[in-house]
């Protein structure tokens, strides 16, 4: 019996002793494989102690984030989680911003929003808390961005493995795709082949050809993804690994980057004269070029030492001989202390870009800056508004690398959203076309009567006028318009006041569609001395775009009804007075608004009004009607709306019939 229970105890020791080493063992690769960045692999070993209970601290971290750089939040989110649970001692507040991410990723915001709120306790000053702080009602403000008029489509040519970034050169569309020869060697980080230019042909029926390489000079046995093309498509700007006699070059941490090459087309047709951009750096990547309509900027990705975050967007001016000038980073404005990466620069010189670090619906989301290039063109780049765009484009995964045909309303981005054919996946989106009828009446206000005769103009969101009818005995109009759009009804007659109605059509075909009735008063207000005017006449203040003073088409609309009102009282003074936001100095928003308010005199004048009936002044951000001051950095914690409110024109009437108010 002593033998037997000495010989089971023997096995037992050597199984454990054996257990021990395995899980020594897996412990160690695990760590070697996230040195390499070799983050599949490290998963492979680390969870397999961690599912036996054989966890710490920092085996929690790897694990963590060896599925959160691979996209796989549902296990990022699991071991994070575990992470926090478990861990004893600090654990690095980036990690908060992670898991708050992962959570995102997995559709469960309210406790991604509990975790983002720790973190911004930890790290008050990091953007993506003040962001997150500033617009805690984001989910609202993407819904309303959303549209169920955009048909998406994953296409054909997509892979098992990563596809993704798009531009066209003539009828041939190029990505980049890791579809290549499986037998070679393997991109560490993803377990994957190295990635590689590629192109498809467009039918005239929509559908692609099958795949080919770009260029035999262009594509080599490592990574080159994301090409750009100058205007006149015979220069070509792309990204690829940092390598040196065919051998991926290391920075001092041991991290692979991504550089910018220029080619140019030769008299055979082929690419030639491969050069790199020479801010390029072994220390840092250079990624993602995209150029705009002009060919006069280029703007791209790195993490270069001037980088706010994990990466930032830059621009850079192309010269008249090719070359390029000094890098210019877009600012805090645009860039966070996350990721922010991908841009594309569209026809209208709007751009779009993919980033972590404003809130969104979970892994990169789509964001747009309107009319930057214009405002990069001029060195203005502060303080500028970012939206993220929304449904369909954006969901709980990774979008990224949107794309946009010239002066079309389709195009393509990429995601690796569920129901993909692989990892990264390219789909082309494009418009539903949906239309409705908006119908009324024309009345009074006062007895509900029908007035025939009334004229009704309708306007699209930006002030152009669409179509016009005079209202016949029954005093009914219709109009047909398109569905998801915000439009404006005029409607006016002699003796009486002008009505507009504002309205936005839904998103989904309406089977009886819009009613709109437009209601006039008749033409008998009494109009006090020194009354607003906008109140009295129900006329709106005049909102201008930050950092602006010219007019634009919305604030046109409202400045018509006012010049109706001087045209019908011609003894009527008026004094226009104007405001700014908080942010700039005082100075210069003394001047800002006094510009203004200039442009709205200067206007009216132009409109026919007399100069002398008009004064103008600017009072900059002296009278704000809420609570949005400054911060001595004029910085903010305000929304975009908050401030619009206070960047107006006021119209105060200051002599009626010979009378005046100041007496």
């Known amino acids: 019996m002593k033998i037997m229970i000495k010989y089971v105890l023997f096995v037992f020791l050597v199984q454990m002793s054996f257990s021990i080493s395995a899980q020594k063992a897996a412990v160690n690769g695990g760590k070697q494989e996230y040195e390499r960045f070799s983050y599949v692999k490290t998963s492979e070993y680390l969870l ?32 994070y989680g575990e992470l926090f649970a478990k861990a004893s001692g600090e654990v690095n507040p980036e990690y908060y911003f992670r898991y708050a991410m992962a959570l995102r990723g997995i559709k469960n915001y309210e406790s991604s929003d509990e975790w983002m709120n720790k973190f ?107 090409a750009a093309y100058a205007p006149d498509f015979k220069t070509i700007y792309f990204t690829r690994n940092n390598y040196f006699k065919k051998r991926p070059k290391e920075d001092k941490s041991g991290i692979n980057r991504l550089k910018m090459f220029r080619a140019t087309l030769n008299e055979g047709g082929k690419w030639s004269d491969i050069t790199p951009i020479h801010f390029n750096s072994n220390e840092y990547s250079v990624a993602h070029p995209t150029i705009n309509k002009e ?92 939206s993220n765009i929304g449904k369909p484009f954006n969901s709980n995964a990774d979008d990224f690398a949107f794309y946009q045909k010239e002066n079309s309303e389709e195009g393509y981005f990429t995601s690796n959203r569920t129901g993909g054919k692989g990892d990264d996946d390219i789909y082309s989106f494009k418009p539903i076309n949906c239309s409705q009828v908006v119908s009324g009446v024309v009345k009074d206000a006062n007895t509900a009567d029908l007035i025939p005769g009334a004229k009704v103009i309708l306007f699209d969101n930006d002030g152009n006028e669409l179509e016009s009818v005079v209202v016949g005995t029954d005093a009914k109009f219709a109009f047909n318009i398109d569905c998801n759009k915000a439009y404006l009804a005029r409607g006016s007659k002699e003796k009486y006041s002008t009505d507009e109605e504002r309205f936005k059509t839904s998103s989904v075909q309406l089977e009886l569609g819009l009613n709109l009735d437009i209601a006039l008063a008749p033409d008998e207000i009494e109009i006090k001395p020194c009354d607003d005017l906008a109140k009295t006449l129900n006329i709106p203040l005049i909102y201008f775009e930050f950092n602006k003073y010219d007019i634009q088409y919305v604030a046109e609309i409202e400045i018509q009804k006012v010049l109706m009102v001087l045209n019908q009282y011609p003894s009527m003074k008026l004094d ?57 950095d004029n910085s903010s914690s305000c929304t975009e709306f908050q401030h619009q409110q206070n960047r107006r024109s006021e119209f105060i009437v200051t002599s009626f019939k010979g009378e005046s108010c100041y007496k």
């Open 48 to 79: 397999k102690v961690a599912e036996k209970g054989y966890v710490n601290k920092d085996i929690l971290e790897k694990l963590a984030n060896s599925f959160y750089f691979n996209n796989n939040m549902q296990q990022a989110a699991r071991w």
């Open 120 to 226: 911004i306790a930890l790290n008050p000053n990091d953007s993506r808390a003040k962001y997150f702080e500033s617009n805690k009602d984001y989910i609202s403000d993407i819904e309303s961005n959303s549209s169920g008029l955009i048909e998406v489509k994953n296409l054909d040519f997509n892979s098992e493995y990563s596809d993704f970034g798009t531009v066209f050169n003539g009828d041939n569309l190029i990505f980049a795709s890791s579809n290549g020869d499986d037998s070679e060697e393997k991109y560490q980080w993803n377990n994957q082949p190295f990635l590689d230019l590629y192109k498809v042909y467009q039918y005239e029926d929509g559908n692609y050809s099958e795949p080919v390489s770009l260029s035999e000079t262009i594509n080599t046995k490592f990574h080159e993804s994301s």
């Open 295 to 386: 060919g006069t900027r280029l703007y791209f990705a790195s993490d270069m030492e001037s980088s706010k975050g994990e990466s930032d967007i830059y621009v850079v001016d192309i010269n008249e001989d090719g070359s390029l000038a000094t890098p210019v980073n877009l600012g805090e404005s645009i860039n966070t202390e996350g990721k922010d990466s991908f841009p594309f620069m569209n026809s209208k010189g709007d751009l779009y870009y993919a980033s972590m670090g404003f809130p969104g619906l979970g892994g990169y989301d789509i964001f747009v800056v309107k009319d930057l290039d214009s405002k990069a063109a001029f060195g203005n780049l502060n303080n500028i508004e970012v």
């Open 576 to 632: 226009i007075r104007s405001h700014t936001d908080c942010r700039a100095s005082r100075q210069y928003n003394e001047r800002l608004s006094d510009n203004r308010a200039k442009a709205t005199r200067q206007y009216l004048i132009n409109s026919g009004v007399s100069a002398d009936r008009l004064t103008a002044k600017g009072y900059g951000e002296s009278q704000l009607v809420n609570n949005c001051g400054c911060e001595p």
